[in-house]
Nanobody, 121 residues
Framework: QVQLVESGGGLVQPGGSLRLSCAAS????????MGWYRQAPGKQRELVAA???????NYADSVKGRFTISSDNAKNTVYLQMNSLKPEDTAVYYC???????????????WGQGTQVTVSS
C-alpha cells in the first residue's frame, strides 16, 4: 500500500509564492512518475505538473513559467514551487503517483488527501 503525504498549502496574496511537498511511503514495485493535480470548486480535476523518474517534466499551459516541479528520487518526494500566484490558482492540490504495484501488474494511480491553496488579497 502506498501513502502520499502532502504539505505546504495555505493562504497567499496574489503574486506570492508557495512550495508544496509530497512524500511517498509504503510498498511499490516501480514508480513511473509523480505529479500534482488540482481541483477548484465546480471544476474537474486537472493536471498541473508531472515529473517522470527520469526527470522529464510536463506542465499545464496555465502554469508554465510560474510553477516548477522537481523531485528527490532517493526520498520518493516531489515538490511544486509556485511563483507569481494568481487567484485562479486557488484549488485543492492533490499529489499523484503512477507506478507498478508489482511485476506483471498494470500501472496504478495513487492520490494524496489534498492540500488547499488559496490565493487572495
Amino acid at each position: 500500500q502506498v501513502q502520499l503525504v502532502e504539505s505546504g498549502g495555505g493562504l497567499v496574496q496574489p503574486g506570492g509564492s508557495l512550495r508544496l511537498s509530497c512524500a511517498a511511503s509504503g510498498s511499490i514495485f516501480s514508480i513511473y512518475a509523480m505529479g500534482w493535480y488540482r481541483q477548484a470548486p465546480g471544476k474537474q480535476r486537472e493536471l498541473v505538473a508531472a515529473i517522470t523518474r527520469g526527470g522529464s517534466t510536463n506542465y499545464a499551459d496555465s502554469v508554465k513559467g510560474r510553477f516548477t516541479i522537481s523531485s528527490d528520487n532517493a526520498k520518493n518526494t516531489v515538490y511544486l514551487q509556485m511563483n507569481s500566484l494568481k487567484p485562479e490558482d486557488t484549488a485543492v492540490y492533490y499529489c499523484n503517483l503512477r507506478g507498478l504495484p508489482g511485476l506483471g501488474y498494470s500501472f496504478e494511480d495513487y492520490w494524496g488527501q489534498g492540500t488547499q491553496v488559496t490565493v487572495s488579497s
